[in-house]
Structure formats: structure tokens, C-alpha cells
């Protein structure tokens, strides 16, 4: 089980990243060109957002049945899978969240996009951030 679970939250960062780059283009260009706000864009949005909740609950059973997390604060391993990795990992999908929260409130298309824009890239921002961080690999 613990080896399907990690295929499969492993297989989601692509889809994940898919998303996000679509609707991340989306948003920049329909903030900056002055666009309505589509039922595609409302689309990919929930998309990304429900990707990045399935992507935190199989982190969070993975968190619990993993050999990793030992809780080993000495050891930079064991404290990234422990503390790190989950802790900005939790604050991308907040931040992907409540960027879909806030531009879901708006009647603005420009409102929606601003939102959808700063608070989907920051989240993107906190997953590079945890992947760069990873001890032993490199993103760049």
C-alpha cells in the first residue's frame, strides 16, 4: 500500500504542474489583457485546486504509514520529511485555497484573475521552495 500511495502522489505532481501552469498563464493574461472570466478558467481553477487537496490527503496518509518520518531532528532527512516537506507543502495548498476562495467572492473577471495570479503562484513559489530544499537533490 505504502508503495502505491507514494506512485500515485508522485504521478499527481505532474498533473499538478500541468494545471498550474495553465491556469497560472490564464490568470496573468486575463489580469493584464482585460479578459472575462470563462467558464474554462473557473474550470481549470477547481482543477488545480481539487489536484492540490488530493495531493495533501495522500501526503497526509503518507505522512502517517511512511518510514521517513522518524522525527529525528538531527538527522536533515528525517527533519525534512518530518517538519519541512509537509509544513510548506500544507502552506501551498492554503495558499492555492484561498487564492480560489477570494477570486470565487469577486464579481470582477480582473478581481478574479489578480487573485487566482498572486495566490496560485505563491503556492507554486512554496512548492519549488520544499523541492529545492530537498536534502540530497537539486531542482536546479
Known amino acids: 500500500m505504502y508503495t502505491f500511495l507514494l506512485h500515485a502522489h508522485s504521478g499527481l505532481r505532474y498533473l499538478i504542474l500541468l494545471a498550474a501552469v495553465i491556469v497560472v498563464t490564464k490568470s496573468f493574461i486575463g489580469w493584464f489583457k482585460d479578459t472575462s472570466y470563462s467558464k474554462f478558467d473557473k474550470i481549470i481553477a477547481l482543477a488545480y485546486v481539487?489536484?492540490?487537496?488530493?495531493?495533501?490527503?495522500?501526503?497526509?496518509?503518507?505522512?502517517?504509514?511512511?518510514?521517513?518520518?522518524?522525527?529525528?531532528?538531527?538527522?536533515?532527512?528525517?527533519?525534512?520529511?518530518?517538519v519541512e516537506?509537509?509544513?510548506?507543502?500544507?502552506?501551498?495548498?492554503?495558499?492555492?485555497?484561498?487564492?480560489?476562495?477570494?477570486?470565487?467572492k469577486s464579481n470582477d473577471d480582473q478581481v478574479k484573475?489578480?487573485?487566482q495570479a498572486i495566490f496560485f503562484s505563491i503556492s507554486?513559489?512554496?512548492?519549488?521552495?520544499?523541492?529545492?530544499?530537498?536534502?540530497?537533490?537539486?531542482?536546479?
Request: glycine share 6%; no cysteine; hydrophobic share 60%.
Open 50 to 82: 481539487g489536484l492540490m487537496h488530493l495531493q495533501l490527503l495522500l501526503g497526509f496518509i503518507l505522512y502517517l504509514i511512511s518510514p521517513f518520518v522518524t522525527f529525528n531532528m538531527s538527522d536533515k532527512v528525517s527533519r525534512y520529511w518530518s
Open 85 to 104: 516537506h509537509i509544513l510548506l507543502m500544507t502552506l501551498a495548498v492554503a495558499a492555492t485555497q484561498a487564492g480560489r476562495s477570494l477570486s470565487k
Open 113 to 115: 484573475f489578480r487573485f
Open 124 to 140: 507554486i513559489i512554496l512548492i519549488l521552495v520544499a523541492l529545492a530544499t530537498m536534502p540530497g537533490r537539486s531542482i536546479i
